[in-house]
């Protein structure tokens, strides 16, 4: 879209903010609902197999031949006819002559065969090396074995045409061997959201400090949630350079961090005004009340507060969450939810969703003071969070409380 | 290490089980106990910030200074001294003169400020702009704000020298806004293992496939247990290659993949007694019964069978538990644990740890039919896994279970 076509009405239908503060805000509800809109991006493209790991494929995949192809020997050991077996015991051996495993059995005879290699014509069954003593030039078998025995049959384990692995779940390791094991090395996979981060630094010493801070934190958490990243961008901006980054083609989202307040510089919305539409801007959240979304065209934007702790928490709760919809993650929070007990009494305001840090102490999870002092450093103090919905003033100690953990690791059964 | 040397007592100490079978295996417990001999690699490196995500800390992250390093505006408003605003209301506003924040607070004056700036001197409050009237040369301050609202004093929220970031947990992505925050761009954490896979083919078609299907698998599992892939090879090898690839320096930890078994090519064992030593050979485990591990010098050695589920079993329960002691991550299964139902009859044999594929229905846990067949393909068909001990023939309907889950997404708190 051209700059110069920017209607003086775009600019007019947000609210300034600025040096007047906010006249109300959007409960979280409201603004997950206008997040929850965006879906998965269904475009498919062509990668190696071994990149694969976490992705979603484009299509179920069906098994393109049997698997085993033809009847082979399940484990290593003597292929046999089962019903020449019948009898045998340790003090009743029954001797079977060694032929090679390339010509069909003779009568009461045996081949010696590894797992994975076909049967011997004749052969319906495999004798394990301990159910058997090995001579020069012969065998004796001491337990009997059943027709099938050993023996991994055409198609016992897949069948041609077979939906093997769903297009539901992302892929795992094991899919990765089982796709290989077909001789497929490239797969068609859904693409990951492209995300553009604008770090939009102002004179004001927190937000220049926001460029050194929170670049570095948002990446990794944008490649966590299943997205590549498509620019970066950090600077001191004008209004219309940050519009005009905002416009530019190529990304599924865009995200603003910096100059989203109150402060005469916080002209973030109004470059987003001037792009395209400010659809929220303030939300009954704390920390990230000043966080704002809107769209140019078909491209959501994100604007994400400069303080660091507000930047972390609008982003798992906000922009975290609309680009886990674009890569099929799902809105969930990506962090562990344990049950826990309040251990203290948790303070909130009636009408915020509060995101509060803890610490837990056994069962028990200990709020970490107040963060209302952009207290970046309590979050390394803590263990994970509570979030307290706005209906709530708080929790009296002992109440059932979901801890989201910030640590991927289970002491149960860890997980990054 | 010179091949030369290698005493034929050594080849001797090992039991060939090559067309003979095990004469026993060595219970899970044991093996665990084996790997847990491994502990942490404690060698620090240094490491861009932007890529410790997931890493630990060569030491406990001590705070270079303090935050703030002097009082600043919390939030964005008009500073002010606070014992001037008593009494305001909003049928009450009491009017305070602007004055630039550079110089001493006027008496009855108040100061532009954006959140982060340093204080003007006198100033000991924030009025926010929702609680003032902004005119053109003075504001009305229609609330009355205490000492210290809106103000974040020296040292309020890190105190030089405090510790910060245990060395304790993985580096979080909030850390490295942190230590960012101080300037830092370069920090010493521990170096991850070094990991050398060996996927050694033989004339076996099982095997050949391993060649195909083990190693896509195994360098994304050793990824995500925390190490680095120090060298790939693959292919089919004589005995003495692969004593020399085992012994070559420059790994934590060597994995051999294939030739486990007990069929004639199955040498990978005796190659590790030529080169080292084997300690267990033979586990009571299904699948992966054929694992076995030794060592040369100092460096663990890994033998996991080819077949390519027994492979999968035998990483995650035994390489990648030796991996993941040695990456910090400690010996758990790195799959989320859920508590389950059985939800039919579950049957293994007594003196063997059963790995039994489930499918998960509600609370229930349905078992995936045998994969005695080495049907590598039902472990796509499952949502994950439970480990019968040893000392159960199986579970009754209605047994309550642990689950480990494949799949790194939680509907309740996803992850990856």
Redesign the interface.
């Known amino acids: 879209m051209k700059l110069t076509v920017i209607s003086e009405r775009r600019r007019q239908a947000f609210r300034d ?1 600025r ?4 006249a109300d805000r959007t409960s979280i509800d409201e603004v997950f609902a206008w997040i929850d809109r965006y879906a998965r991006i269904t475009e498919p493209e062509r990668i190696a ?2 990149e694969s ?2 992705r979603f494929l484009a299509e179920p995949f069906i ?1 393109p031949s049997n ?1 085993p192809r033809i009847d ?1 020997a ?4 003597f292929a046999v006819r089962s019903c020449e077996t019948i009898g045998a015991a340790s003090y009743n051996p029954i001797p079977f002559s060694l032929q090679s495993p390339r010509n069909a059995l003779r009568p009461f005879s045996a081949a ?1 065969v ?5 049967l011997p014509l004749g052969a319906d069954a495999v004798v ?3 159910l058997s003593h ?1 001579e020069e030039k012969f065998i004796q078998v001491i337990l009997p074995v059943a027709q099938g025995d050993g023996v ?1 049959r055409t198609g ?3 069948r041609q045409e077979d939906v ?2 769903p297009s539901s ?2 892929l ?7 796709i ?2 077909f ?1 497929i090395n490239e797969i068609s996979v859904l693409r990951r959201p492209r995300v553009r981060i604008i770090v939009a630094g ?1 004179k ?4 220049r ?1 926001a460029v ?3 670049g ?6 944008i490649l ?1 949630d ?1 997205a590549t990243i498509e620019g970066f961008r950090f600077g001191i901006e004008s209004v219309d350079a940050l519009a005009e980054w905002v416009s530019r083609p190529g990304a599924d989202v865009v995200i603003i961090c910096g100059r989203t ?6 002209d973030a919305p109004l470059a987003l005004a001037t792009a395209g539409e400010v659809s929220i801007h303030g939300i009954a959240v704390h920390p990230g009340s000043s966080t704002g979304m809107g769209f140019v065209g078909e491209v959501p934007v994100l604007l994400l507060p400069g ?2 702790l507000e ?2 928490c609008a982003y798992d709760l906000f922009a975290g969450r609309l680009i ?1 919809n674009l890569s099929g ?2 809105p ?6 344990i049950h826990a007990k309040a251990g203290r009494k948790f303070i909130s305001s009636a009408g915020t969703t509060e995101l509060c840090p803890v610490r837990l102490k056994g069962e028990e999870a200990i709020p970490l003071g107040s963060v ?9 103090r803590a263990d994970g969070f509570v979030l307290i919905p706005e209906t709530m003033e708080g929790y009296p100690p002992g109440t059932p409380i ?1 801890v ?1 953990h ?11």
């Open positions: 903010v040096e007047r503060g906010f197999i071994e790991v976490g098994a698997v082979r399940e484990s290593d050991g010696l590894m797992a994975g290699v076909p394990p090396f301990d090995a991994n016992q384990n897949v093997l692995i779940r992302p795992r390791t094991s899919d990765i061997g089982l290989s094991g001789g102002s004001s010493s927190v937000d400090r050194d801070v929170n570095p934190m948002l990446v990794p958490k966590r299943g307040g109150t402060g005469p510089d916080d303080s660091p930047c972390l886990r993650r799902g969930a929070l990506p962090y562990r939810a209302s002092g952009g207290d970046f450093a309590s979050i390394a979901t989201y910030y640590d991927g690791f289970n002491e149960a059964g860890g997980l990054l």
